[in-house]
């Protein structure tokens, strides 16, 4: 007989201790905690605006009839936008629970 922790998970261990220690609300309060949650600076895209270029992916200003230097900016590579480090660029505020598993276990049997 399998344990429900190897049957459908750690998630699933913690909900089934919830309703059984302190009932439905303490069982739906851990049920919302689990659940991933966006992240409220990035808002869910795992990037912000660069902080140098305002996203234009160049710094500098170059008008008509003045011969200024317009350069890429160094800080976002010319892309425009950096990785949120509130996230660590997953969109999800409380990635560390969904994650992919360090070792998926794709290798050759028995390794």
Known sequence: ???????????????????ALGGPPLAKAVYEELQPKRCKTCLGTGYILCTTCQG???????????ARSVSSCSQCGRRGHQKCDQCN??????????????????????S
């Open 56 to 66: 234009r992916g160049q710094v500098g200003l170059s008008l008509p009839g003045e």
């Open 1 to 19: 007989m399998r344990s429900i922790q190897e049957e459908h998970g750690t998630e699933a261990l913690a909900f089934a201790a919830a309703a």
């Open 89 to 110: 660029a997953t969109g999800i505020t409380n990635y560390w629970l969904w994650q992919p598993a360090s070792d998926p276990g794709w290798g050759p049997r028995g």
